[in-house]
């Protein structure tokens, strides 16, 4: 990975005055009379935010910035909410002096810690809490009046019981098809046909038993006296991924601060004075609480809590069968997780699931430490290795592909247990392997300490330094660059190499919230759509969990390929789990027949490739899964019912398939053919397999493959159109009324994901394209990113009206929910808008910073473009961004001119630019050698390492990278 210091926007910064503002929970802490920085100790400042002066310049006014210190805690009486100090001070806090407060250098962490997330008062609801994790633990931090409440969640933790019946009674594609045949074409739909609506509810039955699905991992109540203490609100740090929240306790301020350690399952605690950072007492009560809505037919929670130790535990049982035995009788497949939390020194109160710990008596102060485990119920119980929930997840291949080496010796969190960076910590140290949990899973628990706590910080901050240190944006339009670090921000949260793949909800759950759909992987958008954001924000080792995905699900869909198509390849799934699958879960018809979902599936491993160049990926984790989706989709459009007779067009077609979300199998097949979605995903992926074989030196051995692929390219269907009041547009599928209210944004996917229109399509393309994206009416739900995305490809983006779009979808947690914003589609208009709004934290919409990258720079045509979506007088800068050809672009604008344009190349492919100056570019390579360019683009061959710096022609280019 190469880190670059980040310099700001405009030139003459010297000349601007920094402005000192509150940030965080300023407002809620100067509720307190004293009005007292709340930050901690020494050691443990709030992460700094500070940023580019210049961005804001124009405007007349220079950025606000925070910078904190080691001496937060003197200065805190005289500013609000913040510390500012010099930079040595910076220096003992432990924080790289990456930034200057006149608008030097400055680190992305800092910029990420100006869009801290801020909640006024108490927060009760689950969409009120603060949202924390490390990628595989995830928690909810809800306050209530009385108390905090943490809710546990975990990527690998899953109910993973699976109902596969009726396999014999599942007709084969070829006998439904025969089947649907021989039904009148005149049916208003075809489920009004007995036997198809039978067969439907058969077939359907599988999914709809509530299970598998992201189980919750319990609660932690702490309790407080409301007569001595009062909540006024939270703020999550997403710098470094802390949260704190502040209140009054008899009148002086005081906060909660807790964070979930970066590389193990654990969540920190501990309440400081504000004005002394001095540990204080707050709770009086703490218990854990298994999640109200664990399955009845489970075995029940076990409880191992230790009165001398202070420790409260319960490990639940996560059986396999769908149907376990009463009593519970142990099965090798069963899964468990182990939530525990200790707090030395407490009284110990009760016994079992009414335990609690009194602390009332305890005046040192609190400081406690929680932990999940998650793995075989075999090992759970006696500290054994840390497993996944249902696949094993494999690391990723080469150093391009953003991975550390595993080092651990399970498929949980990638890290080891028990070493001595964990002295202090809580940590299980048993050996004993049993089927089921015991009394001796408290053994070897060490107890919370001052020390473990630091350390355990320490490590964190880091983390999120080096996360936040891969790329970096200043925008002028605060509210854009606020969503772009948010999002950021609960990415890292929820998705991390060697850990399960999110489904729809990713690690965040409680009761029946994360369960609709089975919290499943859709993969008609949803499933994608939040890795989209992994490849241009420079963070390829977000992408391996679904890397995994597509290795776990591959053997089910080559056998639902192979029986069910009798067909060469993989087909895969709609809807899918991260457990084990011997047929497909939703074998219906209507929806499984989206043809588009196989090709969608592998796209993203080819851009994987595109963006870091990493051939080994390419040759190990791609190029298999891609092959067996050409296989199927070659084999699928030259039978006998998808070309010659009756199309008498020469062409190849995709026949049967569906359009997502809008029409399922119509009668007659009236909307069930060349689906414009399925037409150009193909075209992608086989125009994908062709480079892939030529990069991995394949042509000879995948020839037959080859000349197959290019046979149907050759004869490739036209992509279905109609004529609209904005112009030729494209539909979804041929004959269809363009003004028709989709849900999935189909008519827009030749621009995205399918890229084969956009700002360099030729005109007439391009005005199609434009047309289309601006006749388009979407009910709403499966379109913040996607619909918005097409708009900054086309470069028509409206940003204005983006940003009310989001603010639209915003909960109280910072996270986008998905909302409807028609009718006449399938929403009527008694329907709740916000239906959605409850069902979970919507993992797919954390792609948002996508569309802003999009607006940034574009590469997807191999051709880097700078600022193709953004206002004209607006500033912005942006470090690091990774496009096509392994490429680390850096570049900034003002005043509507691009400045000084920064690209590192990784891999020495050859570099392809738009010159955004009419006078031409000049481009200086690492070794000294310049070029000089003219004309609209320019071309040149670079080298694995090198940096090049391009100007406007006249200019003197400023070198301010560094690679480490």
Known sequence: MKKTKVSSVTEGAEAAKAEVVELGMAGAVAAAEDKEEFGAEAGAADSMAVTSVEARTEAGAADSMVVTSVEA???????????????????????????????????????????????????????????????????????????????????????????????EEIMTFQEVFDRFATLPADLRQLTDNPWYREYCEMAGDNYSKPYPRPMPCGSLLLRYDRRRAEVLGHTVHIGDGRCTVDFLINGKPAVFELFVEAEQDRVWMSVTDTATGSQVPLFHEARLIPDPNTPQEFPPA?????????????????PHMEFPASPYIPHERDKAFRLAFRLPGAEFTGSGSIARLDISGKSSGFLACAELREGPATEIATGGVRCGAGYKSRPGVGAKSGVVPQTGTGNGSGAEHGSEADAGAIADTGTVMCAQPGPSASAGMNAPTRAGYDHALAQTREAWREYWGHSFVALEDEFLEQIW????????????????????????????????????????????????????????????????????????????????????????????????????????????????????????LWWHYLYSMDKEFLRSRAFMPMKEAVLFMTAYMKRPEAYGQPWEDGCYHIFPTVVPELYEITPGFARNSDCLIDLTLTKFIFRAFISACAVLGEDEAEGALLTEVQDILNHFPEYPAAESASGRVFVSVAGEDPDTVYNVPVPLTTVFPGEEHGLHSPPAEYQTAVNTYRNHLNEGGNELVFQPLAGARLGILDLERFKRQIRYCLLPNGTCTDKVLMSGGRYSDTDDFSFMARMGIWFENFALPTVINECLLQSYNGVLRFFPNWPEHDSAEFRTLRAVGGFLVSASIRAGEVQQIEVFSEAGAPLSFYIPWEQGAECTRSSGEMQTFAGMAADMQTSAGETVIVVKRGNTPSVSSESN
């Not at 200065?75 to 924080?95: F, Q, R």
């Not at 931090?141 to 108390?147: H, I, L």
């Not at 390929?561 to 809807?575: D, E, I, K, Q, T």
């Open 73 to 167: 805690k003197a200065v805190a009486a005289e500013v609000d909410s913040m510390a500012v100090t010099a930079l040595e001070a910076k220096a003992e806090a432990g924080a790289a002096a990456d930034c200057t407060a006149a608008g030097g250098l400055l680190h992305a962490q800092e910029q990420a810690g100006r869009h801290n997330i801020t909640f006024s008062g108490p927060a009760a609801d689950f969409f009120e809490g603060a949202l924390l994790g490390n990628g595989g633990l995830g928690v909810v931090v809800t306050t209530r009046p009385d108390a905090v409440m943490l809710h546990f969640g975990h990527n690998n933790v899953w109910d993973i019981r699976i109902a596969e019946h009726h396999a």
């Open 485 to 604: 670090y948010r999002n950021l921000y609960f990415l890292n949260c929820s998705v991390k190499a060697g850990i399960t793949c999110p489904g729809l909800f990713a690690n965040w759950s409680y009761g029946s919230i994360g369960a609709e759909w089975h919290g499943d992987y859709h993969m008609n958008y949803n499933t994608q759509q939040p890795f989209w954001v992994t490849f241009s924000s420079n963070h390829l080792e977000k992408h391996l969990p679904y890397s995994d995905m597509v290795d776990h699900v591959l053997p089910v869909s080559r056998k639902w390929a192979r029986n069910y198509y009798g067909l060469p390849g993989a087909y895969f799934p709609h809807s899918a789990y991260p457990v084990a699958m011997n047929m497909m879960p939703y074998p219906v018809p209507h929806w499984g027949w989206e043809i588009c979902e196989t090709p969608w599936t592998v796209q993203s």
């Open 302 to 318: 076990q409880w191992d809590n230790d009165a001398a130790a202070g420790l409260l535990a319960f490990t639940q049982i996560l």
